[in-house]
Each structure stands twice: as C-alpha cells, then as structure tokens.
C-alpha cells in the first residue's frame, strides 16, 4: 500500500484500482473529516464572517446537499447503531449511540497521528501491550482455565 501504482501494474487487474479507491476512501475520509465539521460548523455559527468564503468554494446546491447528507448520514448511522442494540436486546447500551461521533473524532485523530509517524517514524510500530490485566491471582486462573495452563505459563512467566 505504500506505492499503489505498482501494485496494480504488478497484477495488471482493473478491480485492484477499485480496491485501492475504497481503502485509500476510508483513509481519506477519516483524515477529511475534522475540517469538513468545521468548514459546516463555520459556515452555520459564523455565517456572516465566512459564508462569502465557504460560498465560494462550494457552489450553493454542493453546499446544501452535503449539509443535508451530513446530518441525515449521522442521523441514520446513528439510528442503526441503536436498532442494533434493540434487536439484540442491549437496551441500556442505545444511549451511548450518541457518543458515536466522539468515537468518529477518534478515528481521525488516530490517522493523523499514523499519517504523522508514516513519514517521520517509517518503521516504529507504536504495539499495544497485552496481558496487563493478568496480575493478580483470580486472573491467571481465569486465564489457564480459559486458554490452558501451559500456554498461560509459558506467554506470562517471564
């Protein structure tokens, strides 16, 4: 993923454009993201100072349909993250639907920062340390019981 163009040209496939179009999609939506909240949100509390600006970088009916898409596209993300906790009977878990779009920030924030270390750190992989949680006593028991004695005293002894 790092030199797409040769990939392709490597397995001379059409579908592999395609395929870079939605991984390269994701990212790029995911690293847009935080400015087209705030160009919507400049747009609407500061209209008078950058709405000429705004205006005139997206042509009205652009501007409209995005905004229209934007709100109604949270919107129903939104409504099926809680329809899926009711049909699975989460009920308690439909409230933090709503925090969604905090999770969404995240997101960005995360390709960002990988977007960052990719080019001034290429080769440091920032690793998630595992099996913290297994120091007490009752922990390691769950885990031997679960995962089996040997492969708990050989990955946690050291």
């Not at 349909?65 to 009920?91: A, P, Q």
């Not at 905090?102 to 960052?116: E, H, N, P, T």
Request: include cysteine.
């Amino acid at each position: 993923m790092r030199r797409p163009q040769s990939f392709i040209r490597r397995w001379n496939d059409p579908y592999l454009f395609v395929f870079q179009l939605v991984i390269g999609g994701k990212i790029a939506s995911m690293l847009i993201n935080p400015f087209m909240w705030l160009i919507t949100a400049a747009y609407f509390l500061f209209r008078p100072v950058t709405g000429t600006l705004i205006e005139s970088l997206y042509p009205g009916s652009i501007l409209y349909i995005s905004v229209f898409t934007l709100v109604f596209g949270n919107f129903l993300y939104l409504s099926y993250y809680m329809i899926g906790c009711y049909k699975k009977r989460f009920y308690r878990l439909c409230k933090f639907a709503f925090l969604v779009p905090f999770y969404w920030l995240g997101m960005s924030i995360s390709a960002w920062i990988a977007l960052y270390e990719s080019y001034a750190k290429p080769h440091y992989w920032s690793k998630t340390k595992h099996g913290l949680h297994l120091t007490d006593k009752k922990s390691m028991e769950y885990a031997e019981a679960v995962v089996g004695s040997e492969l708990v005293d050989s990955k946690y002894s050291a």
